[in-house]
């Protein structure tokens, strides 16, 4: 095995579709349990499904229908999900949402602007405090937050979310000086141009900034992302921290 999740128990936020699905299913395959959250509960069902038949040792698979800018329900989902699998080593933030593209941050309504926020942001801050215990007594806790390569970049066309994963950055580096103590490492994984919904509104973009940004020459996965993510949960990773760290083809460079 690439690397052996078999006595780890992860929560992976945005798991019904693109990177959360992703990550879902590579946590899976490598023998995690899993909670898995999203607000699609057809989708969700589907992956729970996929991964309860991936995984080599048909280990837990738990499913909360959330919607994260609801945040009491959010962490009602995570204390639960920490008494289903009576422990809880690997939160995997993924669910990210953005505004609409192409408006200058004058035309965003504040209740947009708080929106992606609310989602990108502060859903962190709310799983994270509720399973902080949970990681502090596991002694090798890991979070992964997803980043966007936007928060260098700096799109004008994406205000909200640029700003949003750029305030990621920044939590993640926060929390990783803060959770050091404890053993429990905090990184960011910095995607950089990957086919998901988010680019549905801006398809045909999408190739010539590929062509244009990225040296490589070709767009990245979500498989990409989500073995990353495998590996910053597993033991191999245990003194990383604190990183933000690009799969975007060298468009970072």
Not at 97 to 117: K, L, M, Y
Not at 166 to 191: D, E, H, M, Y
Not at 227 to 246: D, E, Y
Request: charge should be negative.
């Amino acid at each position: 095995m690439y690397a052996d999740l078999s006595t780890r128990t992860a929560l992976v936020t945005g798991a019904a579709k693109g990177i959360g699905k992703a990550t879902a299913l590579a946590f899976a395959q490598q023998g995690a349990s899993l909670a898995l959250l999203d607000r699609d509960a057809e989708a969700l069902a589907d992956v729970a499904e996929a991964c309860r038949a991936a995984s080599p040792q048909g280990r837990a698979m738990h499913t909360f229908v959330v919607d994260l800018m609801d945040h009491q329900a959010t962490a009602h989902a995570v204390r639960t999900a920490i008494d289903k699998l009576n422990e809880l080593n690997v939160v995997v933030n993924v669910a990210g949402i953005t505004s609409p593209a192409r408006d200058p941050f004058e035309g965003i309504a504040p209740q947009d602007w708080e929106r992606v926020f609310s989602t990108n942001v502060t859903s962190i801050f709310v799983i994270v405090k509720e399973a902080r215990q949970a990681l502090i007594d596991d002694k090798d806790g890991r979070i992964i937050n997803i980043s966007s390569l936007t928060a260098s970049r700096s799109l004008d066309y994406l205000p909200a979310y640029t700003t949003s994963k750029a305030a990621v950055n920044s939590f993640t580096r926060v929390l990783a000086r803060q959770f050091a103590p404890f053993g429990t490492t905090v990184n960011a994984i910095s995607p950089g141009f990957i086919r998901t919904p988010l680019w549905d509104e801006r398809s045909d973009e999408f190739d010539s900034r590929i062509d244009k940004w990225v040296p490589m020459g070709r767009p990245q996965s979500a498989d990409d992302v989500a073995w990353l993510s495998v590996f910053l949960a597993s033991p191999l990773a245990s003194n990383i921290t604190g990183q933000i760290i690009g799969v975007d083809g060298g468009a970072s460079i």
